[in-house]
């Protein structure tokens, strides 16, 4: 049964930054994509960022030049580097896990995490 179990959300002023983690277990696939999107209220869900087991990434152009997305192989974790954060980024964050090939639409993934909110006040 996989598992993924995000934290790191909190409150930040405007031009901050957080770090969100993933914790996955009971993953088997060396050939796999993680991810990690987002849902404001009223809002659909959309996806930030993705990285594939082969080490290729992929981010949202709101967020490029802002955030990184990483992943720590040896502790099963996977990371999003926040930087100058602003409001717009207010929103419930989701770690994902899928087979094979990455894409940047939450319908394609099966696997969530529970989501951490980031709030960024002006």
């Known amino acids: 049964q996989v598992q993924l179990v995000e934290s790191g959300g909190g409150s930040v002023q405007a031009g901050g930054s957080l770090t969100l983690s993933c914790a996955a277990s009971g993953y088997t696939s060396s050939n796999y994509c993680m991810g990690w999107f987002r849902q404001a209220p009223g809002k659909e869900r959309e996806g930030v960022a993705t990285?594939?087991?082969?080490?290729?990434?992929s981010l949202t152009d709101s967020v490029k030049g802002r955030f990184t997305i990483s992943k720590d192989n040896a502790k099963n974790t996977l990371y999003l580097q926040m930087n100058s954060l602003n409001p717009e980024d207010t929103a419930v964050y989701y770690c994902a896990a899928k087979r094979n090939w990455c894409y940047l639409s939450s319908s394609a993934f099966n696997y969530w995490g529970q989501g951490t909110q980031v709030t960024v006040s002006s």
């Open positions: 990285i594939h087991s082969g080490g290729v990434t």
